[in-house]
């Protein structure tokens, strides 16, 4: 069948969710109820052994599913490359260290210069903080940083979309 990345990991997403609603429909299934009167006798209320069986295999179907397409997933994702030569694996562990940078920009770009009144005993003073950094150097940066996630997320956007033939 032909289909890209983006239709890919949709499909992976939705077996995720089957894969979770089959793990609790599992753990629903995995007991029979009965009552056993004082005589001996036992009457069987709630028989789920073949609902059971069949969720179970259902469950272990779709996680070997996920896995296959995952796999094909990842192959792609270290095969198609960027404009500038990274792979699109390269180019996401380089989008996501880029965005832990861009957080730490933003909070320092949040600080300010402080001036506070000390009084002791017999003593007054102002304890001042000053910020060590230039804040309009760290504020190009992080303006550089988010243009340069842009560019990248827009590239992966591109090669999520090239069709290719897959075998699911």
Known sequence: MKTNLSS??????EEERKFAEYGCNVNE???NTSIQ???GKIN?????TEDFKKIFEEYKQTQIKIT??????????????LPDGRTIQEAIVDN?????MKSLYSSLLN???????????????FECKTLNYDIEKIKNENELIE?????TDFEISKLNSIEFEVNI
Request: no cysteine; aromatic share 10%.
């Open 44 to 48: 069987v209320i709630e028989d789920y």
């Open 8 to 13: 890919l990991m949709n499909v992976v997403a």
């Open 147 to 151: 243009k340069k996630i842009q560019e």
């Open 37 to 39: 009167e004082l005589d």
């Open 29 to 31: 299934y995995a007991y």
């Open 96 to 100: 996501t260290n880029l965005r832990k």
């Open 68 to 81: 296959k397409i995952k796999s094909i997933i990842y192959e792609k994702n270290n095969t198609f490359k």
């Open 111 to 125: 600080k300010r210069n402080s001036k506070r009144r000390v009084t002791e005993v017999n003593n007054s003073y």
